[in-house]
């Protein structure tokens, strides 16, 4: 063989390695041996100088990676209220109405009494919610003839729906919205005429009341929208000259105004709770220290504040199973066997875990809250309760966030309750209503934004690979790729990733899902995560509604039994049922809230949205009364 071919066979084996793949490059000696034997002086030269021009030039950096920018939930908002808007009755000033003549009353002279009043119109200013303004107009413009007034006096009509608006309160409204003086009985019979300008004045004022109040009470004094976008509800809207309508011929006014508030056994608890809690005392209190967390075993001085909360707020039967416990207790800090079982007790009494662990939770049942605080609750609960339909339906589901339960309602009537987990503070679940559509067994979990960017991204970046080994899918464009081959670097809000888990064991919505499609991607679902339902304070999921009990919600919703819902989720399949009729679903938000004996229950203020309504409330009160 020639120098020249063992040379070549050189320069083969040394390219091929000892691997038998052929490698990317060859190596430097290799590199100068080939060109040393093929390639003249004059080639050579020109590679050494492009050589040496690569190496003086900069390296481009390699591009950084794309900042990772968090899905961030909605945020809460300062409150902007309705400003009150003035009445135009330059329509009205006009003695020639538009209007049928049969509609007036005249008096027994033959008077228009309503024409006769019509002077003080044009004196007369009069500010009303927007809606209500321009009803008012609308109205008597139409219909212009008094529906407060008889000749030169006020109807007893009239002084009922008065009463109701002066007792607003009772319905968790506010009376000085809606004041309104009644005129004197007695008058000048000499000064007709400016007695009719006071009784034009009079109609026009209540008119106005009564469309504010209607507003007030069909949908709140509160536009939850404007709280912060964890609510979603479509304002109410109504034909406000109908309704004045409809009272002016009404044989009972004043029950047909107390009718536009809320309608069923809900309101009507709240109602008698306000009553009752306004009729009362403030009462003893005893104070607990917020930071306490005493556990079985331990000794705190704070073991004597407890006692003395058990001794006035526990059950009388309580304190009779424990009053040899109660009555030798004598001020010693040490938390012993026999006070831990009286814990307990009221633990289990209070709907707690009854593990005779004292910290927050046992603290809040404890202590209690105030009657004044009690009240506030159940008024803010009345505000709410005005965002939803004025009549719920017989068949809903009703989640209550604070509460952290799920019930279905047949006929009315509770059939199945259940504890649930609902977002934690920084994923909050969202206060809105909407209707089930179709039930998911052996679902996909399609992975939210927030989770892929907020979660995932940081390790992706730092593993390329992670999702493929959990098992997850992930789509680019809708284009299914392996999670390796993403250049998770350049990936960021908006980048068309997407990530679902299929079904599995250990899938995170379990065995099925029950969806009502919304904005907001929130449905009810199983959990492989059972423990947590063990818990007292249950927020802690990104937002969906997770159930102790998903089999038997699925059962009641489709209308079939728990065997034929195991049957489906047997088969191992992906499959979705739809719902013979859809069913409106609630998922609320209510600090106190009536059981199904009519007896309203408190709850802690989890996502502190009771202070943002408060905020609300009081902007709304100051617009109003400037």
């Known amino acids: 063989m020639s120098y020249k071919s063992r040379a ?36 050579r030269q020109r590679e050494k100088l492009a050589r040496q021009k690569a190496r003086s030039q ?42 049928a003549i049969g509609d007036m009353v005249l008096s027994p002279l033959g008077i228009d009494a309503f024409a006769e009043g019509r002077p003080a119109l044009a004196e007369l200013s009069l500010r009303a919610l927007p809606e209500s303004a321009k009803a008012i107009v609308d109205h008597y413009s139409h219909h212009p003839d008094y529906i407060w007034v008889a000749g030169t006096a006020v109807t007893e009509r009239a002084r009922a729906v008065v009463d109701v608006l002066a007792n607003a309160d009772a319905v968790g409204l506010s009376p000085a919205d809606y004041h309104v003086e009644i005129p004197a009985e007695a008058f000048d019979v000499t000064r007709g005429a400016e007695r009719q300008k006071q009784l034009m004045a009079f109609e026009m004022k209540l008119s106005a009341a009564v469309a504010d109040y209607i507003l007030d009470a069909t949908r709140g004094r509160v536009d939850p929208n404007r709280i912060s976008g964890y ?46 809690l306004e009729d009362l005392d403030e009462g003893k209190r005893v104070t607990i220290a917020e930071n306490l967390l005493l556990k079985p075993g331990q000794s705190n001085p704070e073991l004597a504040n407890v006692m003395a909360a058990i001794a006035l707020n526990g059950s009388d039967a309580l304190k009779v199973d424990n009053a040899l416990v109660l009555a030798s207790y004598a001020g010693k800090p040490e938390y012993d066997d ?31 809250i105030t009657n004044a605080d009690k009240i506030e609750k159940v008024r803010l609960a009345m505000e709410r309760s005005r965002w939803l339909p004025g009549v719920l339906a017989a068949r809903r589901v009703f989640i209550n966030q604070p509460a952290y339960t799920a019930t ?47 979660e995932m991204l940081p390790k992706l970046r730092a593993d390329a690979s992670y999702l493929d080994r959990l098992g997850y899918e992930v789509t680019v464009s809708g284009r299914a790729v392996s999670s390796s081959s993403v250049n998770w670097n350049a990936v960021g809000k908006g980048s068309g990733i997407g990530v679902r888990q299929p079904p599995s064991d250990g899938n995170a919505l379990g065995e ?46 489709l209308g079939t039994s728990v065997a034929d819902i195991g049957s489906y989720i047997a088969t191992g399949q992906n499959k979705q049922v739809n719902l013979q009729q859809k069913i409106p679903v609630h998922v609320s938000y209510f600090t106190a809230w009536p059981d199904e004996a009519g007896v309203v229950n408190y709850y802690a203020d989890v996502y502190n949205r009771d202070d943002y309504l408060r905020k609300a409330i009081a902007a709304t009160d100051e617009a109003r009364s400037s």
């Not at 091929?16 to 390639?39: E, N």
């Not at 409809?246 to 608890?269: I, R, T």
């Not at 934690?424 to 939210?448: A, C, R, S």
Request: proline share 8%.
């Open 8 to 43: 070549g066979v050189a320069l083969i084996a040394i390219a091929i390695g000892f691997t038998g793949v052929i490698a990317p490059t060859p190596p430097a000696q290799a590199q100068g041996l080939f060109d040393v034997l093929f390639k003249s002086p004059a080639q």
């Open 58 to 99: 900069p390296q481009a950096a390699a591009p950084a990676p794309k900042p990772v920018t968090r899905v961030r939930g909605p945020s809460y908002h300062t409150y902007r209220a309705d400003k009150l808007a003035k009445v135009d009755f330059s329509k009205l000033a006009d003695p020639v109405v538009t209007g």
């Open 231 to 276: 609510h979603d509800f479509k304002r109410k809207s109504l034909d406000l000259a109908a309704s004045l309508e409809a009272l002016a011929k009404s044989a009972d006014p004043a029950e047909a105004l107390l009718a536009h508030n809320p309608q069923g056994a809900h309101f009507e608890a709240l109602k008698a709770e306000l009553k009752r």
């Open 338 to 368: 026999e006070i831990v079982s009286l814990v307990k007790g009221f633990q289990k009494e209070a709907g707690l875990k009854p593990d005779g662990v004292v910290g927050p939770a046992t603290r809040r049942a404890l202590v209690g």
């Open 408 to 454: 279905y309602y047949n006929d009315g009537k509770a059939e199945l309750s259940m504890r649930v987990v609902v977002g934690k503070k920084g994923n909050q679940t969202n206060f809105f209503d909407d209707e089930i559509e179709l039930v998911e067994f052996n679902p996909y979990w399609g992975v939210p934004q927030s989770i892929i960017i907020n």
């Open 512 to 557: 099925l899902k029950i969806l009502f499609p919304n904005s907001h991607a929130i449905y009810m679902h199983d959990t492989p995560s059972k423990s947590l339902f063990d818990r007292d304070t249950r927020a802690l999921s990104h937002g969906c509604i997770r159930l102790k009990d998903p089999r038997g919600m699925a059962a009641k919703v």
